[in-house]
C-alpha cells in the first residue's frame, strides 16, 4: 500500500515535472527481476501494491531440458504464470533466456552453436505463452583467447535464426552488454562479447537494425556512455549499481551506499535517447527486505535527476 511519504514523493516529483516540462522527463514505470520459479499470484499482488508495475521473468535451462517436466507440464506452468500475472495486473515486460557455457549463441563448434540455437528456439515456443514486450539473450559465455571476430560471426548467425521465433512471440529480441572491463579472465579464457562500448558498437552495427540492446548498469563503469553511444537501440535496462568489475548488483547508490554509478547522467542519456521501457531493477534479493523499497528507490534518484536538471537551467 502507499505510504504517507510515498505520496509525498510522488507529489514533489509532479511539482518538480511541472516546472520542468512533464513531457520532456515523465517518469518511468518501476520493474523488477524475477525468476520463473518464484512466480506467484502473491508475491505479484505485494509488488504491484509497492509500485511496481512490471517485471522481467528469468528462466533457467533446466525448466525445458529436464526430461521429467512435459510439454503439457511446462505450457501449464506458463500458463499459470500469465494467469498470475494479469490477476495481479503487472505486465510481464521481458523474458530474460537461459544461459551458460553450454548455452552460449556465439559457439565456434558448429555442431554445439546449432543445437544451442535448436534449445533456444524450443524456449521460445512456451514464452509465446507469457506475451512479453522483450525477449533478452546474453551474446556469449566466456571465449578462448583470440577467438573473437569468429564468435561474433556466430552470434550473428544465431541471431538470424532466432529472430523470426522472438518476432512471432509478438517480442523484440535484446542483447546485453557483458562484464568485461578487462579482456583476458585467465589464462585461457577471455571475457564474453559486448564487454565495451567499442565493441557493443561493433557488434550492433553488425546486426539487422530490429536487434537492439539491454543495458546491464552493473556490467560497465559508466553505463551512460553506452546509452549514449547506443542511442534509441537502447529498449530495455537491468538497473543495478556496481563498479563494473564484478557482478555486484547492489541497489542504486543513494539506496545502498554502494557503486560508482551517476544516476543522474544515466537517467539524463536515457531521455535523451528517447527511453520509454521501465526502470527494471536486477538486483540481489538481500539488496531489500520489500518491494516497496525498489519503488521509493526510484522515487528518490528521479527527484534527484529532476533537481539536477533545475539547477542546470
Known amino acids: 500500500m502507499f505510504t504517507k511519504n510515498k505520496c509525498l514523493l510522488v507529489l514533489l516529483a509532479i511539482i518538480a515535472l511541472s516546472a520542468n516540462g512533464k513531457e520532456k522527463y515523465p517518469p518511468l514505470r518501476v520493474g523488477c527481476s524475477i525468476g520463473f520459479n518464484a512466480v506467484n499470484y502473491n508475491l505479484l499482488k505485494t509488488m504491484k501494491e509497492a509500485g511496481v508495475d512490471c517485471i522481467e521473468i528469468s528462466l533457467s535451462a533446466g525448466i525445458f531440458t529436464d526430461k521429467e517436466n512435459s510439454d503439457d507440464e511446462i505450457t501449464a506452468r506458463m500458463n499459470s504464470v500469465r494467469q498470475a500475472a494479469d490477476s495481479a495486473d503487472i505486465e510481464i515486460w521481458s523474458i530474460h533466456m ?27 515456443r512456451f514464452c509465446k505463452i507469457l506475451q512479453p514486450r522483450v525477449i533478452l539473450f ?48 585467465s589464462e585461457k579464457y577471455e571475457r564474453p562479447l559486448c564487454r565495451t562500448v567499442e565493441e557493443v558498437e561493433l557488434i550492433m552495427q553488425q546486426m539487422p537494425s530490429d536487434i537492439y540492446l539491454a543495458v546491464d548498469m552493473n556490467h560497465i563503469d559508466n553505463p551512460e556512455l553506452l546509452i549514449k553511444a547506443m542511442g534509441n537501440r537502447v529498449k530495455t535496462i537491468h538497473v543495478s549499481d556496481g563498479n563494473g568489475r564484478a557482478e555486484c548488483h547492489y541497489m542504486p547508490n543513494p539506496c ?30 538481500n539488496e531489500y527486505s520489500e518491494p516497496q523499497e525498489l519503488y521509493e528507490c526510484y522515487q528518490n534518484l528521479y527527484r534527484t535527476f529532476i533537481e539536477f536538471i533545475q539547477q542546470k537551467q
Open 98 to 124: 537461459p544461459f551458460g557455457k553450454k548455452i552460449d549463441l556465439s559457439q565456434s563448434d558448429e555442431s554445439i552453436r546449432q543445437s544451442t540455437v535448436a534449445l533456444q528456439r524450443h524456449i521460445l
Open 138 to 185: 546474453h551474446p556469449s559465455w566466456y571465449l578462448g583467447i583470440n577467438e573473437r571476430p569468429r564468435r561474433i560471426a556466430q552470434l550473428l548467425r544465431s541471431v538470424n535464426e532466432i529472430k523470426p521465433l522472438v518476432k512471432e512471440a509478438g517480442a523484440i529480441m535484446v542483447i546485453e552488454n557483458m562484464l568485461g572491463h578487462e579482456l583476458l579472465h
Open 256 to 285: 545502498s551506499g554502494k557503486g560508482d554509478n551517476d544516476w543522474n547522467r544515466i537517467q539524463q542519456e536515457l531521455y535523451n535517447a528517447g527511453y520509454t521501457g521501465p526502470f527494471m531493477y536486477e538486483v540481489k534479493t
